[in-house]
């Protein structure tokens, strides 16, 4: 979802940085790729052991969704293709699966706001498997919620850490890099896209027709 349907990666990257900050760290000791598609659980606990922070995870997760709220203003931003492409997939007879590491309340918040609210067949959130990305629980979680077989779906990401779950779910997996991403590692992707749109052109290609 962040990064992909809509543009908020850098915020959240920002929003670390102030939580960060707060700690006595500096932000130009983050690395945002890193933890792109990582739950905040999982992120802050990797950065209490790297600057040995005082503060809860738990604490650390608040910090930061208070400095989220004060940062969305009128909504996150959705990207190129949002709406309109997660629409014409659903029409094509494909199912759709969000699986995303933030919290539940979160996704729905963010496909009603770009217009998908009754658009995706399954929303999974990071906070209900045991493990986020980059191990493969939320997209294992997603394809069994659409009785669909692993190998059966595509995953469409952003992300390394994403990109590495779709791997160990044995799942193919097409990238569409943000801004911030761009100079990731994704020699592994299945496909390489510059925008959500070119994979309509992509999926209407031979021998790519719709499967439930």
Do not use: W
């Not at 990666?9 to 707060?22: N, Y």
């Not at 989220?68 to 699966?97: H, I, K, N, Q, S």
């Not at 294992?140 to 850490?161: G, Q």
């Not at 990109?163 to 994704?186: H, K, N, Q, Y």
Request: proline share 6%; charged share 25%.
């Amino acid at each position: 979802m962040n990064g992909l349907l809509v543009d908020t990666e850098g915020l959240h990257a920002a929003a670390t940085c102030e939580v960060l900050a707060g700690c006595g760290v500096a932000c130009d000791r983050l690395d945002r790729v890193e933890f792109c598609g990582v739950t905040d659980r999982d992120m802050f606990r990797t950065l209490k052991r790297r600057h040995q922070l005082q503060e809860s995870e738990d604490e650390l997760c608040r910090r930061k969704a208070a400095a989220m709220a004060g940062r969305m203003g009128g909504g996150p931003t959705p990207l190129p293709g949002v709406p309109g492409v997660p629409l014409e997939l659903r029409r094509r007879g494909y199912l759709l699966a969000v699986a995303s590491s933030s919290d539940y309340e979160s996704v729905r918040a963010v496909l009603e706001h770009v217009g998908l609210k009754d658009g995706v067949d399954v929303v999974v959130s990071g906070a209900e498997v045991r493990r986020g990305k980059p191990a493969p629980d939320v997209f294992l979680e997603a394809a069994s919620r659409l009785d669909v077989e692993p190998a059966s779906c595509l995953v469409v990401e952003d992300a390394p850490a994403g990109l590495a779950a779709a791997g160990a779910a044995g799942m193919p997996c097409v990238i569409v890099p943000c801004a911030i991403t761009r100079s990731g590692d994704f020699s592994c992707a299945t496909l390489r896209l510059n925008e959500l749109p070119e994979l309509l052109s992509y999926l209407a290609g031979p021998s790519r027709t719709a499967s439930r």
